[in-house]
Structures are given as C-alpha cells and as structure tokens.
C-alpha cells in the first residue's frame, strides 16, 4: 500500500533533492496543518501569497458566490464579465486612477513575459533593462531578466537586447541609453534577501527613464497588495511607473496577476497585428472575485496601518547585532546571517516548534520573514521567541 508521501515521490515532478516534504491537511488563517492536524504558523504565506491570511471567510464567500454564477468565459477583453470589470475599476482607484487600465493574467513570470512584450511593442525599441540579482520568474522571458549565472546557464539561449544595471547604484544607470524599451525593477529585491531600494536611487533611475523615453515598469508581484504597509511599495516613493506589474496575493489565493499602465500604453496590444497578447484563463472570474474580496478585506479591516505596527514589533524584537542585520519593509523582513548552513539548521529547528521559514534563492545566508498580514502580536511574539532561540543556540 502506498502512503501520499510515497506518491509524491513517485508522480509529483521535484525540482530539489531535498523536499520539504511537509504533508498539508487544511489550512486556517495563519496557521497551515500537518496531516496529524498540528499547526504551523505560516512566516512565508507561500511566498507572499496568502496576504489576508489562509481560507479567509470573505474570499471563500465571494468564491462560492461566483462559483454559482459561472467559471469561465473569454477572458481576454472581449466579454464583459462583473468580476474582472469591478476588479480593474477597483485597482484603478487604487492608483487614483494614474494607472487606468489592467490586462490580467495567471502568474507573476507570464505577466512579465508580457511586459516584455509591451515596451517593445510601445516604444519600438527593443532593449530591456534589468538588475543584478533580480528574480522575475522561470519562464524564457522572465529568466532572461536573470543574473546569476548558476540558475540560468543551462536553460538559455535567452532573449537577445537584454542588459543589466548594478541594484542601488547610480553610477549604473547610464547603461540606459535611447535604445531602451524598459527598465524593469522590483522595489525590494526579493530572491537577493528582501533588499529595499534606495530612495535617491529610484528617484535618478525615474529621471533617466524620462530622458530616455523609456518605460519604467515596477515588478510589484512580491510587494504589491499591501504586504509592505502601503497598498503598492511605489506609494513608499511617491513614484509612479509607467508599467506596473501584480500578480501572488493579488488573488487571494488563487491564481492572477496583472499589468496596469495608462491606456495609451496597453493599447499597443489591441492593433498593427490585433490581438497582440492573449491567454486563455487570465483573469477568471473566480480569480478576480476572490481578488476583489481580498482587496475588500484590506481596506475594512484597516490591515496595511496594522503592517506598519507589526514591522515596529518584529525590529523591536529581533535587535540588530554586528553578526546579525534585520531589514526590509512591513511584512517582508529578513534576517541577514553569514552562513548558509546555520540559515538552514535555524529554519529546521524552527519547524520543529512549529513554523513555516525559508531562505532566498540568491540569499542562502538569510532568513525570510513573510507572514500573513493579518498575523497578530501574539503570533509575532511566539515567532520572534523561537527565532531568538534559534539564533542564539548558534552564536547570533
Ligand atoms: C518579484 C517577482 N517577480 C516575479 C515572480 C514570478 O512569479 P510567478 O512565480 O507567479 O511566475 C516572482 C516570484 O517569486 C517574484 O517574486
């Protein structure tokens, strides 16, 4: 008789040889539960998803309510369906309106792809401008955009025109000349260990941009939907992009991702050919109800004023020390050590009490912090106790 584990082994393609292999029975707001129904408290929301906390009751509902109605028609601008439309309407607001127009999609690397596309196709242009140390996604497009040399070798050959500036340095930024279609940015580098941008940094790369008459597109997919205090990060910066990509908790759970930008600019897909990017499931109507009730439950519940305290408590609770550095923004925290197997004998002693962490891509020596943000002082004391003990049985 085969147990779950032993099917998983055997059918579920693995893409390490070292699987967590945690066997998931149900998951209840913060917590995720084992198949023994001992919880774990979620510190990563799998990873910055699960933003209004796991099997929310209004997403659930405004679910159900759409799972009625129907689940699935053309998506792609051509029937008007309730969801997607309140949806767009609501994110345009979001932005008071500086962004108007979204084109939806099914994850963060597809929405990028198009990005890709669309400043090519906008400015006829055809270099794309990405950072050192980013991480935008797996697919050709997305991985082209990728710099460490390891993760991508054995995939390529890539795009072509596709250049690199050094994150936070100025001096970089005259890499982007009048060839450029794009730069592409995230505001805190995510797989590099949760690294904010610079405020002086984005302000001169806003500027070259404009010079330059190139897009500037935020890659909002890890920061967006209120996970750093501020409904976008861009609003911590007061710098709007031109481009603006969604995509993880914008969801609720489920799988969507956006890109927003003026209409001027989206239109580029719609002719000279027509029908210049399409998808078949992006922006369901499940996906976008869920979405919109997400979205809801931010905005009542007064979450992203509640993130900027939590940040308050977890620097208050996890002192910097000379070995140890804690940064990032909000909810998207990370513990910088010097060691890559500490890192990972902390995560395991860590699950052993009872939490879900995890490390970075291009980061192994840091410790990442991203819990849902309806994650209360209790939990983020409980949290902060087991990590100090962690780090001090290793010297930190
Ligand atoms: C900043 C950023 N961009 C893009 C992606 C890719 O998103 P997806 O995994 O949905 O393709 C990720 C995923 O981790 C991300 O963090």
């Known amino acids: 008789m085969f147990t779950l584990r032993d099917l998983f082994f055997k059918h579920v393609a693995q893409t390490s040889n070292n699987s967590l292999s945690f066997t998931v029975s149900f998951a209840k707001n913060e917590f995720i539960y084992d198949q023994n129904n001992n919880p774990y408290l979620d510190c990563i929301s799998g990873i910055a998803v699960s933003n209004v906390g796991h099997n929310n009751p209004y ?63 906008f400015t006829n242009r055809k270099q794309i401008i990405a950072c050192r140390n980013s991480y935008h996604g797996s697919t050709i497009g997305a991985m082209s955009l990728m710099s460490n040399y390891e993760y991508y070798s054995a995939y390529g050959p890539f795009l072509q025109d596709i250049d690199f500036i050094e994150f936070n340095n100025i001096d970089s930024l005259n ?62 910066f007061n710098i709007v992009p031109d481009v603006l990509l969604l995509a993880k908790a914008l969801g609720g759970g489920l799988p969507l991702s956006a890109i927003m930008a003026k209409e001027h600019v989206l239109s580029a897909f719609k002719d000279n050919p027509p029908l210049g990017h399409l ?21 009542t519940h007064d979450i992203l004023k509640n993130v900027q305290d939590k940040e ?76 100090n003990e962690a780090l001090n049985l290793h010297g930190y």
């Open 279 to 299: 998808t078949t499931f992006g922006g369901n109507p499940l996906s976008c109800a869920a979405s919109l009730a997400a979205i809801e439950f931010i905005e």
């Open 59 to 121: 997403v659930v509902n405004a679910i159900k309510k759409q799972a009625d109605l129907f689940l699935h028609t053309m998506v792609y601008g051509e029937h008007i369906q309730q969801p997607q439309v309140l949806l767009a309407k609501k994110l345009s607001d979001l932005t008071h309106n500086q962004l108007h127009q979204v084109y939806f999609l099914n994850s963060g690397a597809e929405a990028v792809d198009a990005a890709i596309k669309l400043a090519r196709k």
């Open 175 to 236: 890499k982007i000349t009048q060839q450029t279609a794009a730069v592409i940015i995230e505001l805190i580098q995510g797989e590099a260990g949760y690294i904010p941008i610079q405020n002086e940094f984005l302000i001169a790369l806003h500027e070259t941009c404009k010079i330059h008459h190139c897009l500037l597109i935020f890659d909002e997919i890890q920061t967006g939907i209120g996970r750093t205090g501020k409904f976008f990060a861009f609003e911590h």
């Open 312 to 387: 308050k408590l977890f620097f208050k609770l996890l002192a910097n020390h000379s070995d140890k550095k804690i940064r990032g923004l909000g909810l998207m925290l990370a513990i910088q050590l010097n060691s890559d197997t500490t890192v990972q004998k902390i995560i395991a002693y860590c699950f052993e009490k009872g939490l879900l962490l995890d490390w970075f891509l291009f980061n192994p020596s840091a410790i990442r912090i991203a819990p849902p943000l309806t994650i209360n002082t209790e939990q983020i004391t409980f949290l902060c106790q087991i990590l």
